[in-house]
C-alpha cells in the first residue's frame, strides 16, 4: 500500500465553456472572501452573504469543483449571523493544494 495520495485537479475535464463558467464561477465567489479558518483536514472559507447570491455561485460551481477535483468533501453552513461557511477538506496534502488552486493566501486573512 502507498502512502502516496491521488491529488490533481482534473481540468482536461472541462469543455471550453465549462472552464469559463468555472472560472467566472470561482472569482465571483472567492472575490468576497472574508476570513480562512484552517482546520484538521482542509479549511473552511467564510464569506458574507449580503447579497444572497452566493448560494446560487456555490450551488452551480460545486458540480464544477467535483468534476475536475473529487477527491475533495465540500460542506457548506449558512450561521445565524447570516455568513456563509465553505468546508474543503480532503486527503493528506490537501491545505497546499487548495491555496495553490485557489489562488489564495491564508497570511492574507
Given at each position: 500500500?502507498?502512502?502516496?495520495?491521488?491529488?490533481?485537479?482534473?481540468?482536461?475535464?472541462?469543455?471550453?465553456?465549462?472552464?469559463?463558467?468555472y472560472e467566472q464561477l470561482r472569482e465571483s465567489i472567492f472575490k468576497h472572501?472574508?476570513?480562512?479558518?484552517?482546520?484538521?483536514?482542509?479549511?473552511?472559507?467564510?464569506?458574507?452573504?449580503?447579497?444572497?447570491?452566493?448560494?446560487?455561485?456555490?450551488?452551480?460551481?460545486?458540480?464544477?469543483?467535483?468534476?475536475?477535483?473529487?477527491?475533495?468533501?465540500?460542506?457548506?453552513?449558512?450561521?445565524?449571523?447570516?455568513?456563509?461557511?465553505?468546508?474543503?477538506?480532503?486527503?493528506?496534502?490537501?491545505?497546499?493544494?487548495?491555496?495553490?488552486?485557489l489562488q489564495l493566501h491564508q497570511n492574507n486573512f
Amino acid at each position: 500500500m502507498s502512502d502516496q495520495c491521488d491529488i490533481a485537479c482534473h481540468r482536461l475535464s472541462f469543455s471550453e465553456e465549462e472552464m469559463s463558467e468555472y472560472e467566472q464561477l470561482r472569482e465571483s465567489i472567492f472575490k468576497h472572501l472574508i476570513k480562512i479558518d484552517e482546520q484538521a483536514d482542509g479549511y473552511s472559507f467564510i464569506f458574507p452573504n449580503a447579497e444572497g447570491q452566493l448560494l446560487q455561485y456555490l450551488g452551480k460551481w460545486i458540480p464544477f469543483e467535483l468534476k475536475c477535483c473529487p477527491f475533495l468533501k465540500i460542506a457548506i453552513a449558512v450561521n445565524h449571523d447570516d455568513n456563509v461557511r465553505l468546508e474543503l477538506s480532503g486527503p493528506m496534502g490537501i491545505k497546499d493544494f487548495l491555496l495553490h488552486e485557489l489562488q489564495l493566501h491564508q497570511n492574507n486573512f
